[in-house]
């Protein structure tokens, strides 16, 4: 069984910085897939970035060049980097893990086994 739990969402204006972060249990953690999703209110949920047992990275078109993902495997952490923060990136923010590798398909989130409850992220104009 893994378990997740996100931490260090909040509150930003437009412009700003936020790092959230994902802590795991299960002895496989540096094996598997691991992701961000987001899912805004009304909204399917959808991809951010996942890193899988190679460390091979994928980012959604919406947010490449602004967010970096990365993996702290001493500490069974990851993280997820948000820099140059929009009003449409306003969401709840879930960490997600699989055991797949690579990763399932960004695009689709029934493919991906584990999740938290997730941590709000709030961007305002």
């Known amino acids: 069984q893994v378990q997740l739990v996100e931490s260090g969402g909040g509150s930003v204006q437009a412009g700003g910085s936020l790092r959230v972060s994902c802590a795991t249990s299960?002895?496989?953690?540096?094996?598997?897939?691991m992701g961000w999703f987001r899912q805004a209110p009304g909204k399917v949920r959808e991809g951010v970035a996942t890193?899988?047992?190679?460390?091979?990275?994928r980012y959604a078109d919406s947010v490449k060049g602004r967010f970096t993902v990365s993996k702290d495997n001493a500490k069974n952490t990851l993280n997820l980097q948000m820099n140059s923060l929009k009003p449409e990136d306003t969401a709840m923010y879930y960490c997600?893990?699989?055991?797949?590798?690579?990763?399932?398909?960004?695009?689709?989130?029934?493919?991906?086994?584990?999740w938290g409850r997730g941590t709000q992220v709030t961007v305002s104009s």
């Open positions: 299960g002895r496989t953690y540096s094996n598997y897939c």
């Open positions: 997600t893990a699989d055991p797949a590798f690579p990763c399932p398909d960004i695009s689709d989130y029934s493919r991906f086994r584990y």
């Open positions: 890193i899988d047992g190679a460390d091979g990275i």
